[in-house]
């Protein structure tokens, strides 16, 4: 079974330049999360997607970032313009469903990530 | 306040020996989940193990096992007999529940572990 796929892998902008990143999720999984890790911490999640609701996106700055999932399978994340703050490695995650009746212990799947550098 | 804390930045074990990360959590929920992620330098974050709040025995998996003191609210993990390959930065995280089901997991900070021959 594939694992969650994220497009590309590495990726150096310069400054106020656009980025897109792509994520495809493990099959069957309803959820999609992406995170932003910065260098030396934990992942904190910049938006949750229930199929194509986003359900959390209270974190993400949304004057320059936007995301979306319209068929309820695959999630772009968009930056525009890029920052230099932005630079970051961006996860994408899936599970099952979090919504009522959920399991506490639905694991959540990581992506490879992509590396954004911006100049 | 942060609902995750790992107050350790960095541990140093010898090979074979067994070594604890430390992980305290805040939350007000009755229902909840922690989990244990490893990401080693290659980036992917890898599932280890994962302890629910009513679960009354310790989550084991391997040589991973989670110590959990739920009135102390600590959700160690324990790596038995470490080998070369733990060395990694690992991440304790939590779910807490909702009436509307569960919420993201929420990480701490990190703990880098660096295992030596």
């Known amino acids: 079974e594939a694992g969650v796929v994220q497009s590309p892998r590495y990726k150096i902008i310069e400054k106020k330049q656009p980025v897109a990143f792509w994520c495809n999720p493990i099959s069957g999984h309803n959820t999609l999360y992406w995170y932003r890790q910065n260098l030396g911490q934990g992942p904190e999640l910049l938006i949750r997607?229930?199929?194509?609701?986003?359900?959390?996106d209270s974190q993400l700055p949304k004057d320059r970032f936007s995301a979306e999932r319209l068929k309820g399978v695959d999630s772009t994340l968009k930056i525009q313009p890029a920052e230099l703050g932005d630079s970051a490695v961006y996860l994408c995650?899936?599970?099952?469903?979090?919504?009522?009746?959920?399991?506490?212990?639905?694991?959540?799947?990581f992506g490879p990530g992509t590396r954004l550098t911006v100049l | 306040a942060q609902k995750i804390t790992q107050t350790q930045p960095g541990m140093f074990v010898q090979e074979k020996e067994a070594v604890t990360l430390d992980c305290t959590y805040d939350t007000s929920d009755q229902s909840y989940g922690l989990f244990w992620y490893k990401q080693p330098s290659s980036g992917e974050m890898i599932f280890l193990i994962y302890q629910g709040s009513y679960d009354e025995q310790n989550a084991t998996e391997g040589r991973y096992s989670l110590n959990f003191q739920k009135a102390r609210k600590s959700a160690n993990l324990v790596i038995s007999a470490s080998q070369l390959g733990d060395s990694a930065m690992y991440f304790c995280?939590?779910?807490?529940?909702?009436?509307?089901?569960?919420?993201?997991?929420?990480f701490g900070k990190g703990t880098m572990l660096l295992v030596s021959p």
């Open positions: 995280a939590m779910r807490e529940g909702s009436p509307s089901g569960y919420s993201t997991l929420t």
């Open positions: 995650a899936s599970s099952l469903s979090l919504a009522g009746g959920a399991l506490a212990s639905a694991e959540q799947f």
């Open positions: 997607y229930e199929n194509e609701e986003a359900v959390d």
